[in-house]
T-cell receptor, first 113, second 112 residues
Framework: EPEVTQTPSHQVTQMGQEVILRCVPI?????FYWYRQILGQKVEFLVS????????KSEIFDDQFSVERPDGSNFTLKIRSTKLEDSAMYFC???????????FGEGSRLTVL | GDSVTQMEGPVTLSEEAFLTINCTYT??????LFWYVQYPGEGLQLLLK?????DKGSNKGFEATYRKETTSFHLEKGSVQVSDSAVYFC???????????FGTGTRLQVTL
């Protein structure tokens, strides 16, 4: 069964460092998303991506964040200069056009020290 | 603003017990409602959904009915199994490219 895969599963970094989280969405899907969940809090929408551009982003997704789909298969989330409050589980998701059903990866846990 | 409120966990039940996980939402318009489940070590998976008032979503013995008058979408199962142990997330989508608003999740632990 096709699935969304994310790497790394866990990354520990120092405050101020750049981090790239990688996702391989399901191959025929057209919409891509990043969500995050700070420990004990809600799963929050960060950004949606369609047709090689951001279609919507939340207030959390400030200038420190960027997304890219560099090669038609990977979908990456970059945090330029990490802060302590960026520590969270980051989930990638993809959707086949028109179904309304998101398929999520297992998540990448980011710990900023 | 838009939000989802779920009952806090963890919920601990014995096998074959009845399960209810409450969920209420605050949203403008007419959202679609979802329950997602996350089993240990896995990603979130869609469990069931309902797209309009009075619709009942069902899957794997779980059910939830879209109650517009009470803005609720409570998850129920008549007889839980150990394998149902997971975190359950209530969510809604107001149709903006399926951007979902989630609750905090409710951890269910089922024991023998």
């Amino acid at each position: 069964e096709p699935e969304v895969t994310q790497t790394p599963s866990h990354q520990v970094t120092q405050m101020g460092q750049e981090v790239i989280l990688r996702c391989v969405p399901i191959s025929n899907h057209l919409y891509f998303y990043w969500y995050r969940q700070i420990l004990g809090q809600k799963v929050e929408f960060l950004v949606s991506f369609y047709n090689n551009e951001i279609s919507e982003k939340s207030e959390i997704f400030d200038d420190q964040f960027s997304v890219e789909r560099p090669d038609g298969s990977n979908f990456t989330l970059k945090i330029r200069s990490t802060k302590l409050e960026d520590s969270a589980m980051y989930f990638c998701a993809s959707m086949l056009r028109g179904t309304g059903e998101l398929f999520f990866g297992e998540g990448s846990r980011l710990t900023v020290l | 603003g838009d939000s989802v409120t779920q009952m806090e966990g963890p919920v601990t039940l014995s096998e074959e017990a009845f399960l209810t996980i409450n969920c209420t939402y605050t949203a403008t318009g007419y959202p679609s409602l979802f329950w997602y489940v996350q089993y240990p070590g896995e990603g979130l998976q869609l469990l069931l959904k309902a797209t309009k008032a009075d619709d009942k979503g069902s899957n794997k013995g779980f059910e939830a009915t879209y109650r517009k008058e009470t803005t609720s979408f409570h998850l129920e199962k008549g007889s839980v199994q150990v394998s149902d142990s997971a975190v359950y997330f209530c969510a809604f989508d107001t149709g903006t490219a399926s951007k979902l608003t989630f609750g905090t999740g409710t951890r269910l632990q089922v024991t023998l």
